[in-house]
């Protein structure tokens, strides 16, 4: 049977990302000069915290993004033979996300005088 972990509260299970055993330039870097990383996908969500009055307020932080973090928050937890970070929410400091595409704006207006001179002028 395969285990995995489950995140109380507010917390998120990580992968973390692996930091490159070589450098740009070709150097081989040893184990213990590594630096953390300060980056992974969330894998497994908490429901959430709950306030004083016993409500609970949702995560925000969802499975599959990419989470950065401070270099020495959450816990390590090694599960498996896999090294694991668990975080609480305001330990992310921030995910990869995308942006929106602009909506298209008209080249002209024509609802106002200074649109019309625009168009007018080629503007």
């Known amino acids: 049977m395969k ?7 507010d917390r998120v299970v990580v992968l973390e990302d692996d930091s490159p055993d070589v ?6 870097l040893p184990d213990g000069s590594k630096e953390k990383p300060v980056c992974g996908t969330i894998l497994e969500v ?15 932080l ?6 950065y973090y401070s270099r ?6 090694e599960l498996d033979d896999v090294t694991y970070k668990v975080l609480s929410e ?10 929106p ?9 024509l609802d106002t005088v200074e ?5 007018m002028r080629g503007a």
């Open 62 to 67: 969802q499975r599959g993004q990419k989470a």
């Open 90 to 99: 305001p330990e992310v400091q921030c995910v990869l996300g995308e942006e």
């Open 46 to 60: 908490g429901p959430g915290r709950v306030t004083d009055q016993n409500e609970l307020i949702p995560i925000r």
């Open 101 to 109: 595409e602009p909506e298209p704006k008209p080249r002209h207006s």
């Open 72 to 77: 020495y928050a959450g816990n390590d937890i």
């Open 3 to 9: 285990r995995k972990l489950i995140p109380t509260l």
């Open 23 to 28: 450098t740009p330039g070709g150097i081989v």
């Open 115 to 119: 649109g019309l001179v625009n168009m």
